[in-house]
């Protein structure tokens, strides 16, 4: 079973950036997709932004133009977030996807507050 590793997390003022990291013990292109999801308190896990083995990418609209998902050789996809809002603070989640099967990291908080 693949292991996923999230990184990156931590405290930024609104307006500011951070980059997520996930790191996967084997090459991500054996799933159909990598994404990232988050789940805010008292809230359900929502999609933040995926990106098929083809290199297709989708993003919520909450936060089109300020979130990019990339990857980096067969291992690493990252979640680079710029114009951070206080409303992005939750818990990011690194997932991979195989048919019906998903795959979770253990999380990376984010927190975005004055």
């Known amino acids: 079973q693949v292991q996923l590793v999230e990184s990156g997390g931590g405290l930024v003022q609104p307006g500011g950036s951070l980059r997520l990291s996930c790191a996967a013990s084997e090459s991500i292109f054996n799933f159909n997709a990598m994404g990232w999801y988050r789940q805010a308190s008292g809230k359900q896990r929502e999609l933040v932004a995926s990106i098929t083995v083809g290199g297709s990418t989708n993003y919520a609209d909450s936060v089109k133009g300020r979130f990019t998902i990339s990857r980096e050789g067969a291992n690493l996809v990252f979640l680079q977030m710029n114009n951070l809002e206080p409303e992005d603070t939750a818990v990011y989640y690194c997932?991979?996807?195989?048919?019906?099967?998903?795959?979770w990291g253990q999380g990376a908080q984010v927190a975005v507050s004055s």
């Open positions: 997932n991979a996807c195989l048919l019906s099967r998903n795959y």
